[in-house]
């Protein structure tokens, strides 16, 4: 049965045309608004959005909540994208949901309505599984943009969050970092607090100016410096991540930020970039506590919010997990943390062999800031592969300025937007005079790899993360 249901969502056009957020709406309508029966926290950026869903969804998780986690794209198996208090959905439940949307949508095509795309199907499905299995809260990341990105047609979050801007999807997004900013800012909601990070002066004006439009100025202080009383528009900048360090498979940093205490916080992982993340992460659910906690608020919430939620007792605002002592509540955080493993960032997958899923400039960028700082001193050898609407060749510049890099094996992705190899190879010709060779076999890729690494070196695959998918499942992870 999933065999022929993954079939039928596959055989799905990933970026056709959608009839729109209102038509999504109206799905949701018409599926018994299944969005609104717990607490949505909408989280879109360029990169380490995935991460941060992943973070927060632990806190939640650690605080005692039932959590639902929906994120995208999967790495081996289409279970991945929808997680139910960590635990992928089953394919009995899976396959539930899909013909429950199937059924509407069978309706809606005997009535000349568009079919959804791949990614509106999957979303809808979600959102009901999310209700059937009676989650109190979901983090829900978006697929592409955010202004007009389907996850988007929920209209009362609890929490917005917008992680690093990039240039990825440009001909899709806009081909400026502002354009970028402008969709991803697209998920502010009136009434509904933002977290936000503001490491690009660009991308955080364009951010910050779309808060001020939605939020109004009561969501800002006085002044930079003021973070007294309630408001609802936090920025975090990447400067409050201090004393950062690595040492076997563990990051540890100070989060020094004016709206909380300092937390000393500790990760497994080999991602420096992950600090930035979790950082982001605590913010959001320090504010998600500060809203949840308040009994008058300068800034009302919306009253359609309050009356979907209202028969759920656990979902109320007065809620006790949100009162708990501030010594306990930060314990939970670290604990959420450290307990999460976001699979496909700086994943260990065997003997000294790691899969990254960057797949954009800014990504691989900070794989080559992980691997020269927790890595220091191995000999690196890459298999790398790109998808064909990448702009891979800054990618390709930062990986050749990596230091001690030994070897690169170039190799193609295994779907239909795979980028020739032999192409990506004139270009590490170019920037890079070592060891290059090509194959359109991910499994010999890494057969080349792991001999040429030997027992000292490190292997690192990068460039894609459906890369990464076929690589974890060739040597049997997940």
């Not at 065999?3 to 599926?31: H, Q, S």
């Not at 959804?116 to 599984?129: D, G, K, S, V």
Request: charge should be neutral.
């Amino acid at each position: 049965m999933m065999n022929e249901i993954v079939e039928y969502l596959y055989n799905i056009p990933r970026f056709a045309r959608t009839g729109g957020l209102e038509k999504t709406r109206e799905r949701l309508k018409l599926l018994g608004s299944p969005e609104t029966s717990f607490h949505y926290i909408h989280v879109a950026g360029t990169n380490g959005k995935g991460s941060v869903c992943a973070y927060m969804e632990s806190c939640l998780r650690e605080m005692g909540f039932k959590t639902g986690l929906f994120t995208s794209p999967h790495l081996v198996r289409i279970n991945e994208r929808m997680r139910i208090n960590n635990e992928e959905i089953s394919d009995e439940d899976f396959a539930e949901a899909f013909y429950k949307v199937k059924a509407l949508v069978d309706v809606q095509t005997t009535q000349g309505i568009s079919h959804p795309t791949f990614f509106e199907f999957i979303y809808l499905m979600a959102m009901c599984a999310f209700r059937k299995a009676g989650i109190e809260y979901g983090v829900i990341e978006t697929g592409l943009g955010g202004r007009l990105d389907l996850t988007n047609a929920a209209e009362s979050p609890d929490l917005t969050l917008i992680t690093s801007i990039g240039l990825d999807h440009t001909a899709i997004l806009g081909d400026t970092i502002e354009k970028i900013a402008g969709e991803k800012a697209g998920i502010i909601k009136a009434g509904v607090p933002l977290v936000y990070l503001a490491d690009r002066p660009g991308a955080a004006g364009v951010i910050k100016a779309r808060a001020e439009e939605v939020l109004g100025p009561e969501a800002f202080p006085e002044t930079d410096k003021d973070f007294s009383g309630y408001r609802l528009c936090y920025p975090v900048l990447s400067d409050w991540v201090e004393n950062i360090s690595s040492a076997q498979g563990q990051i540890r940093f100070s989060l020094v930020c004016p709206y909380f205490e300092k937390y000393d916080i500790m990760l497994n992982t080999n991602g420096i970039y992950q600090a930035e993340n979790a950082a982001l992460a605590v913010t959001g659910m320090e504010i998600l506590r500060k809203s949840m906690n308040r009994e008058t608020a300068a800034v009302p919430r919306r009253p359609m919010q309050t009356a979907q939620r209202q028969p759920k007792a656990a979902q109320k605002s007065g809620d006790s997990r949100w009162r708990l002592p501030e010594d306990v509540f930060r314990k939970k955080m670290l604990r959420g943390l450290v307990f999460m493993v976001w699979p496909g960032r700086m994943e260990s997958v065997g003997d000294n062999i790691y899969v990254d899923g960057a797949h954009n400039d800014d990504g691989i960028r900070e794989m080559v800031r992980s691997v020269e700082s927790t890595l220091a001193g191995k000999d690196i050898y890459l298999v790398f592969a790109v998808a064909e609407d990448k702009d891979y060749q800054q990618m390709v510049r930062h990986v050749c300025g990596m230091k001690h890099l030994k070897g690169v094996i170039v190799t193609e992705i295994d779907n239909g937007r795979r980028r020739d190899f032999h192409e990506v190879m004139k270009d590490f010709e170019k920037n890079w005079h070592g060891n290059i060779q090509g194959t359109y076999n991910v499994s010999e890729a890494i057969m080349t790899g792991k001999k040429w690494k030997g027992r000292d070196g490190v292997l690192i695959c990068t460039g894609s993360l459906y890369l990464v998918g076929h690589v974890k499942e060739l040597l049997g992870g997940i």
